[in-house]
């Protein structure tokens, strides 16, 4: 027999003791030496008032120059003999890694084209709608949303490869024939052959040294391969174990599973809401968030459930900048849930911040 | 200083974790509490002294943080800060006790910031009274009575439906 806790008990005992991962451990150490390396800023903070006139003095010439409305070709005209980063007029980033080597044929406020010329470039890509963003490797093209990942020309076994390898976002690959090769998710790779006659892609997997695999033909739609398929509630201790050891792949891949797999075990509604928070929190994947949440609402097998699912559903569409698909979403919870533990997250979101 | 950061920044990120509400304004934290201790690198060299001294200048700078947000929501610009309880939330929490969290976070924002320091670091750091007293530079009986304050409304609002 347990002893019933007070949800303030609850509350506290919820609370994870690990909240500093490796990323944000480097974010703020690289945060740290670059403040670090500029001490005179912090002494002379004088100076941040004859900045700032500066740069409003430069926005002004910008605005009315518009000097992205030119083409403004650039290139990395040599291999990097150390990495070196390429920051583009929307401040999307581009680090080529030693060895690399990339041109920018365009950077317009019609969109950006880069063609990655050797070695390996890392993209950080700010979201952008109406302007395409094209990363081009020996004709293979990433098309881009708003995302990270990177791009790898390796020439080591002729005729060579391209890796994507994607850690944020979404990202289309299109082959040197204009045909669409994949479209991948945050945590997908895949490899696309350089041979003239191979069929693209080559096998490709969601994760270095991940045991289950990308299907081919449909690279960053995972599958689950297995000796004898699992049943329900293996995928489900599968994903809960994935998840509690921080294997965000290994959690999602096995849950989409399961819903794919089972979508009326009783399991579905749980599984749909730790697989649509996954997505969100730690993919930022929202669209995939989205239908998720929308199918642990349906499937719920609790208030409990149904309510985090709800409220979870107003905050991707939220991220997602749907504001109608948000309105609608808050407007639910707030007629089911009045006076919800989320109400006043919920009552924040659609355009009120 | 990458030395320091490597021994204490996992730490100050936990002692932070427990008196703000959001992984963003914890990354802030920890950065500004590693500048000002690159500044003071020559007097951090007793562990035991820059444990102290990491948890002290850490308690300060979010107090600052937490009173600079109570003086924006009263101009009505807290949207957006709002406490996010995904982050901290343990991996094997139920939906329910997510729930019971988010509510304690949404709670800790509503509290004084005096007695949210105080029943904080009694409460979610495990410090002792007259370490949460030395901490917060006030009297032990002053410290109680945050303490108590904040628990009757913590009770309050948190009440088992």
Known sequence: MTEKRSKLERAVGAMRDEVWDDLRHRRVAKRLDEALEEPERAKRWWLAGVGAAALATAIVALVLVRPWAEPTPSVAGHRQPESARTVLADGSTVDVQRGGQIQVLTDRSEGTRIEVLAGRAEFEVQKRVARPFVASVRGVEVRVIGTHFSTELDESHPPGVVRVVVSRGVVEVVGRQGERVARLQAGDRIEVSLAPAAKEPLPASSSPGDVDAVVPGEPGASAVRAASPPDAAQLFEAASAARRAGDVQAAVKAYAALLKQFPHDSRVGVAALELGRLRMDSQHAYGAASDAFRRAIAAAPNEGVREDAMARLVESVDALGDKTACLTEQQRYQARYPTGVHAAAVRGRCGAR | ?161
Not at chain 2, 109 to 129: C, I, K, V
Request: aromatic share 8%.
């Open chain 2, 1 to 161: 200083m990458a030395q320091l950061y490597a021994d204490y920044a996992r730490f100050v990120a936990w002692f932070a974790s427990r008196l703000l509400t959001r992984p963003d304004e914890v990354e802030d934290i920890v950065q500004e509490v590693f500048l000002i201790a690159a500044r003071q690198l020559d007097s951090l060299t007793d562990p035991a002294q820059t444990r102290g001294w990491l948890k002290t200048v850490t308690l300060r700078r979010a107090a600052r943080l937490l009173r600079w947000k109570k003086v924006r929501a009263r101009f009505g610009l807290a949207k957006g800060f709002e406490a996010n309880e995904q982050w901290i939330a343990s991996p094997d929490a139920s939906p329910e006790d997510r729930a019971a969290l988010s509510e304690l976070l949404a709670s800790l924002d509503e509290l004084p910031t005096d007695q949210r320091l105080a029943w904080t670091l009694r409460h979610l750091h495990g410090e002792p009274l007259e370490g949460v007293a030395a901490l917060l530079g006030c009297s032990l009986a002053t410290t109680k009575r945050r303490i108590a304050a904040a628990e009757a409304h913590l009770q309050q609002e948190l009440r088992d439906d």
